[in-house]
């Protein structure tokens, strides 16, 4: 089993940076991918960015080029990172890690982010 653990979250002005991080423990070797996901007020949840045990990396048209996403693997614990940088007020949301494996999906509890002036 899986155990995905969020952090990073808070509250950030229009243009600033946050980094979130996100550490998977327990059958770290049955890992496909890592991502992020966020969900606001009303809206369905959506993919943010991935990234795969290769490496290989995926963005939302929303997010490319102002969010990035990467890894450090480690003995027992894989840490995925996603900095954002240019945060806008519609990334306001809460945003979800999940750890893919080949039969199911590990989701962390989901860290705040909010920008606002």
């Known amino acids: 089993q899986l155990r995905v653990v969020e952090s990073g979250g808070g509250l950030v002005q229009p243009g600033g940076s946050l980094r979130l991080s996100c550490t998977a423990s327990?059958?770290?070797?049955?890992?496909?991918?890592m991502g992020w996901h966020r969900q606001a007020p009303g809206k369905q949840r959506e993919l943010v960015a991935s990234?795969?045990?290769?490496?290989?990396?995926?963005?939302a048209d929303s997010v490319r080029g102002r969010f990035t996403i990467s890894r450090d693997n480690a003995k027992d614990t894989v840490t995925v990172y996603l900095q954002m940088n240019s945060l806008k007020p519609e990334d306001t949301a809460v945003y979800y890690c999940?750890?893919?494996?080949?039969?199911?999906?590990?989701w962390g509890q989901g860290t705040q982010v909010t920008v606002s002036p």
């Open positions: 327990g059958t770290i070797s049955s890992i496909n991918s």
């Open positions: 999940n750890a893919a494996t080949r039969y199911r999906d590990s």
């Open positions: 990234i795969s045990k290769y490496g290989s990396t995926n963005y």
